[in-house]
């Protein structure tokens, strides 16, 4: 894991599918979940409200041990309890740690339309700059995980960070510190996705869990937070976890060729104004014309 102040990746004309794909940058960072040894205990949660300031919200009872149905503005971190029948008929209560999944392609970042509201630092954390967002909310539009919270009273997006802050200093999460099961992990993107694959061929070899496997998403060109979930092959029963996200067309379109569209347009209609004026000289105002006359006919209309 890097340490130092964390650098600011440039997205702008970027050649590839993913931005800042072929800029240099710092070794990319990765929180890794092993959703089979969560035992619900909310550590995390707690953890997450006192780094960043924020106080539990009021709560509701809904037949869940969940906290609340959804995160929200002032609650980036929330562990979701599902029950789940399995194929021999016996039930399971599957666990997830639901938060920002830190894109290497975030849909987020594609949609914002404020520059600097969110930026993906060297190390592939996706943060939320307050100062220069404009509560637009396309954010939400973009971001296959429905993660983006809207504050109504301040008007700005919210969302984890991955401790940014701590990171920056060589220090892990503050979910991670207060786990005490071990199922959070961190460090370098290479070393959870290896931790997290010996632990699934773990489940699959000793556990009978056949299909367990890790979550990766490719479709966003890869996660900071991956999972190792006892079924890789159905996401969704964790919670709505979805199978296969993808950044939404109509967010690739309208800041890509869209906006390239937009562009030449513009650049026409300055084109063709320059050429009229070339060949015709300046247009003149009809009352000026009107004057003009008048004067030549000694002030009759």
Known sequence: MSQGTLQIRKISGHPGPVPGANVERAEQVCKMIDTTTCIGCKACEVACLEWNGYSFSETHFDNSYQTMPETQW????????NEHERDDGSMMLLMRKDQCMHCADPGCLRACPADGAIVQYSNGIVDFQQQNCIGCGYCVSGCPFDIPKFNPTTKKMF????CSDRVSEGLEPACIKACPTGCLHFGTKDDMVGIAEGRAKQLRDHFGFDKAGVYDPPGVGGTGVIYVLHDATNPEAYGGLPKDPHVPL???????????IGNLAMAG???GVALHYLRFGPKIVREQEDKERRDDRGGRP
């Open 74 to 81: 002032n609650y980036w971190n929330l562990i979701k309890f």
């Open 159 to 162: 969302k984890c960070t991955l």
């Open 250 to 260: 109509m967010v690739r379109l309208w800041k890509g060729p869209a906006k390239w």
């Open 269 to 271: 209609g300055i084109l």
